[in-house]
């Protein structure tokens, strides 16, 4: 018997609206009499089917794993710690911080691997292609989306640096953004 969470349900019922939007915009649809329609302009790819809000989409490098979060994020920084040094392989992590409850799959969620860093956050991968996407802040409900997953340009950029005291040793900073040693004071 297939048992279904709420999180799966919601994410189905969005997918399925989205296809059926996007295919209502692809197609010719026939009048009762056989006759065509106009054909309708395909929507934007990301505009929202809510208030007009621009989304952005996301996606991991084999595709499998896709995402869509509104253009509205609450930070956008560059993370220097070491544990994100090693989640992503670079000399820093280019972050963008949104509320969980506004983070979407459009597909793939079964893709997803999670590594329990600490009892606040979770890290997230595609189990196929080894992607960084995102840390979860589990009791602050929040997600810092890997800004390189993006698809769409976001409207901000990052604007800040933090846990400089730990960088990489070879990596300069030659950018004019906020520096913190630990964290941001917020």
């Given amino acids: 018997m297939l048992e279904l969470n709420t999180t799966q349900i919601v994410g189905s019922i969005f997918v399925l609206l989205t296809v059926v939007t996007l295919?209502?915009?692809m197609w010719y649809i026939k009048n009762y009499d056989g006759r065509p329609r106009a054909k309708k302009s395909k929507p934007s790819p990301v505009a929202n089917l809510e208030a007009g809000t621009t989304m952005l989409e996301g996606s991991c490098l084999c595709g499998k794993v896709k995402i869509q979060v509104p253009n509205e994020f609450e930070y956008m920084g560059n993370c220097h710690c070491s544990e994100c040094r090693k989640f992503t392989g670079a000399d820093y992590s280019s972050v963008g911080g949104i509320s969980s409850a506004k983070f979407r799959f459009i597909a793939g969620e079964e893709d997803v691997t999670h590594?329990?860093?600490s009892a606040e956050t979770e890290l997230a991968f595609c189990k196929h292609c080894g992607s960084s996407l995102y840390s979860r802040k589990?009791?602050?409900?929040?997600?810092n989306l890997r800004l390189g997953m993006l698809n769409s340009?976001?409207?901000?950029?990052?604007s800040?640096?933090?846990?400089?005291?730990?960088?990489a040793p070879w990596h300069?900073?030659?950018?004019?953004l906020e520096q913190f040693e630990t964290t941001r004071v917020q």
């Fill in 23 to 25: 295919l209502g915009g």
């Fill in 160 to 167: 800040f640096h933090i846990f400089v005291g730990s960088k």
């Fill in 115 to 117: 590594y329990r860093k």
């Fill in 153 to 158: 340009k976001p409207s901000q950029q990052p």
């Fill in 172 to 176: 300069e900073i030659n950018d004019q």
């Fill in 138 to 143: 589990l009791t602050a409900g929040k997600h």
